[in-house]
Every structure is written in structure tokens, then in C-alpha cells.
């Protein structure tokens, strides 16, 4: 059974989640599209075309996939393959399993596979969120780029009970599961990100790839409007704190000539919605101050913390609005 929902003016045919899954439907978040990334997915799932989002952090990758996947009422399993993740995690393998006699001893040990995340989204035609490929180890990415090769059919080799098993996104009728894969990575040529690798042309030239940035850069009122939604925050405080991060973004990607013909020191730190969010629900409970330190400044570099720091004061220089919660600002040499 399938429905018909359509996304971003693209009709999709969605097979009927099982009511086993249906747990695995996102729920409902405050999310505003910050220009084509649900038509971007929505056209790779119609067409059974991997998918790739590239963005800084905190831009809504991985949000948008929630939403995508919430809309078209798709179970959603989301796994990480940064270091230390190997192809155990992401196909499986083989574990020992105590064989118990009646009296619940154990009798000696008996061999089963257990799948890993990729192979447990194929078998159950859900959209699988791998984050950061771009941050896997060599044999992991390989190990995808031959699923990707193979038209999306993942040979099961690494199990020794049935190393001829292939699994596809197909159902015994033939018939497409609603198995959709997509890729959430960190742009390499940012130097935030120079250390990740860079995916391969090949690897690439079998993805739809889809970039996004901040919400704010391109529509800062819809920022405001999200931030506010999210935090429950003062209007006031949520629109100087959009345009304070705006500001700390566009610095971080000024060039040199950019930066001499300004007068603006450099900035590594970049400043994200999730951040943005953050520091506007703390701004609830205390001090504008207090919870840009918390939630923001105290995880950005030495040297950007200083400039950061004047530049907060420079959008929130009202006493009324640093002391909203009846606190101060701290002496910049604390922050």
C-alpha cells in the first residue's frame, strides 16, 4: 500500500509506514525552509536518487531531513560516521549469543549477525540520515561507495551465516520499500573543515547535492521568527541577536582584502541557529549576558572571544536589556 503526498509542489508516492515504525515518525518541530531543501529531497526520493545536504553546522540539515521525513510520514533512523565509527556500525556483524539450557546456565556460545544501521533501514524501507561521511574512516566510506555503485544493493560479504545475502530497497513484489539515504556533511573548502576529507567525484556524481546555509543570511526576519517560535524569548532580544550573528557569519567569510578594506579583525567562529536558539531560551531565565556566555561565547576561540564580545556589546549596549533578568555584564577579561 502507498499514498500520494505531495512536498514542495512534488508529488511523491510513499509506501504506507508499518505500524511497527511508526515510532520512528519525527514529531512535529517549529521548522522554516530556508529555500529549496524540501524540493531538493523531495525530488531525490521521487526519483530514488541518494541525497546530500551540505551546510556549517547548526544550519538545519539534519532538521530539514526530520521535517521531510515527518511530512511524507516516513520512519527515520539517523546515525553518525564520524571518527571512530567503523562498517560493523554501519553493516553489521557477527556476535557471540550464550545458548542457554533449561535451567537458564549458560551451555556454550552460538554465533548470530546483527545488522548494522544501514542494513536495518534497507530491510525496513526507511529514510536513513548518515551525518558527516566526509568524517569516516576510509574503509567505512568505501564500504558505502560500493553500495552506492551497486545501484543501492548491499551485499551482505561480512556475514559468515549467509555471505551470499543482498538486501535492496525492494519488497518481494518488486516493489520500491521507501528506503531513501542521505548524506548531511560540513563544506571541506570552509577551513573550519579543511581537516575532513573531500568526497570523491565519483562518489559524488551518484548523490543530488544540496547546499544550505544559515536561515538568517537569506531571510533574517524568518530566522527571527524561528528563534522566537523555538525559545519562547523576548522579540527584541531574539531580532539583536539574529543581527549580531549575521554579522559574526558574514565577518567569518570576509577575504583579506575584505577584511583590510573594513578595518574588521578576522573571525573563525562561526554562529549557527541551534546556537541562536540556545542563548534565546536562557535569555529567558537570566541575564542576556549570562546566556550568551553559556550558551554561545564560552565555545568559540581565544582570539574570537575578545572580538565577539565587543561586538555584543556594540547590539546590546541598553542596560534594561542586559540586566532583563536582574544580572549585569561581566567584565570582558571573564568572558
Known amino acids: 500500500m502507498s499514498k500520494i503526498v ?4 512534488v508529488a511523491l508516492r510513499v ?4 505500524p511497527s515504525l511508526t515510532h520512528m515518525i519525527p514529531a512535529f518541530e517549529h521548522y522554516v525552509e530556508q529555500g529549496d531543501e524540501m524540493k531538493a529531497l523531495a525530488l531525490a526520493y521521487k526519483y530514488r536518487t541518494p ?24 520512519p527515520l533512523m539517523t546515525a553518525s560516521l564520524s571518527e571512530g ?3 560493523d556500525h554501519l553493516i553489521g556483524a557477527p556476535q557471540p549469543t550464550p545458548v542457554m539450557n533449561g535451567e537458564d546456565q549458560e551451555k556454550g556460545f552460538t554465533i548470530t549477525w546483527l545488522d548494522g544501521v544501514l542494513t536495518t533501514a534497507l530491510r525496513a524501507g526507511a529514510i536513513l540520515n548518515l551525518d558527516e561521511p566526509n568524517a569516516a574512516d576510509n574503509r567505512t566510506l568505501m564500504r558505502l561507495a560500493d553500495f552506492l555503485a551497486n545501484g543501492q544493493r548491499l551485499s551482505l560479504y561480512e556475514n559468515p551465516l549467509n555471505p551470499a545475502e543482498t538486501i ?12 531513501f539515504l542521505v548524506l548531511t556533511a560540513n563544506p571541506t573548502d570552509n577551513g573550519m573543515y579543511a581537516d575532513r576529507q573531500r568526497m570523491d567525484e ?4 551518484r548523490l543530488a547535492v544540496h547546499h544550505m546555509d544559515y536561515l538568517g543570511i537569506r531571510n533574517p526576519e524568518a530566522e527571527i521568527d524561528a528563534v522566537e517560535a523555538a525559545s519562547g524569548a523576548d522579540r527584541e532580544i531574539v531580532s539583536k541577536l539574529i543581527a549580531l550573528f549575521n554579522m559574526i557569519r558574514k565577518q567569518s567569510r570576509m577575504t583579506d582584502e575584505e577584511l583590510a578594506a573594513s578595518q574588521a579583525p578576522p573571525l573563525y567562529s562561526t554562529a549557527s541557529t541551534r546556537a541562536a536558539i540556545m542563548v534565546a531560551r536562557f535569555s ?3 541575564p542576556i549576558a549570562d546566556a550568551f556566555e553559556l550558551g554561545y561565547l564560552n565555545k568559540v576561540t581565544g582570539d574570537d572571544r575578545v572580538v565577539i564580545h565587543r561586538l555584543f556589546l556594540e547590539f546590546f549596549a ?9 544580572g549585569e555584564v561581566k567584565p570582558e577579561a571573564e568572558f
Do not use: Y
Open 284 to 286: 529567558t531565565e537570566v
Open 6 to 9: 505531495t512536498v514542495a509542489g
Open 15 to 18: 509506501p504506507e509506514c508499518p
Open 85 to 87: 565509527t567503523t562498517t
Open 168 to 179: 535492496s530497497p525492494k519488497d518481494e513484489d518488486g516493489e520500491w520499500n521507501g528506503f
Open 202 to 205: 565519483a562518489f559524488l556524481d
Open 318 to 326: 541598553d542596560p534594561e536589556m542586559l540586566d532583563n533578568a536582574a
Open 51 to 74: 541525497a546530500m545536504l551540505i551546510g556549517t553546522h547548526g544550519a538545519g540539515k539534519n532538521a530539514a531531513i526530520r521535517e521531510f521525513a515527518r511530512r511524507i510520514g516516513a
